[in-house]
């Protein structure tokens, strides 16, 4: 996967696992932190990708990660479609605090189409996988 082709929108839709969402995920307050890790997080292995949409149509992709998930999703549910088409969409990210401790990005910051590149690149040579 060249990191320039990478796309929320493209990852979205190329992925094959497809998680129904949780309640149980949302913090609230329209993060998912509980998505990441304890009772309701799902189980993903390491490297392997996963989608759901919340109730509001807000898209997320969940990354498995040896210390828990990685979840990239849509900031607003109102986001038109135009605006995920042209790379103008907002996204925010809940993470493990052992990835946050990187550095990287704040907590919860926001995230824009090339911060997304980076969190969905090769480095994490994404595969195919069944969820459990």
């Not at 759901?52 to 849509?74: A, E, H, L």
């Not at 824009?112 to 969190?119: A, H, K, M, N, S």
Request: proline fraction near 7%; aromatic fraction near 12%.
């Amino acid at each position: 996967m060249n990191q320039e082709n990478v796309s929320f929108t493209a990852v979205y839709n190329k992925c094959t696992v497809t998680m129904e969402f949780k309640k149980e995920w949302s913090n609230g307050i329209g993060y998912f932190n509980h998505a990441v890790s304890g009772e309701h997080a799902p189980k993903l292995p390491p490297k392997m990708f996963a989608k759901s949409m919340s109730p509001g149509g807000r898209r997320m992709i969940m990354v498995g990660t040896k210390f828990g998930n990685i979840v990239v999703f849509d900031r607003f549910r109102d986001q038109a479609p135009t605006q995920k088409d042209e790379g103008k969409a907002v996204f925010v990210y809940n993470a493990p605090a052992v990835l946050l401790d990187s550095g990287n990005w704040p907590f919860g910051s926001v995230l824009f189409e090339g911060e997304v590149r980076e969190i969905l690149s090769e480095s994490f040579n994404p595969q195919p996988a069944q969820a459990g």
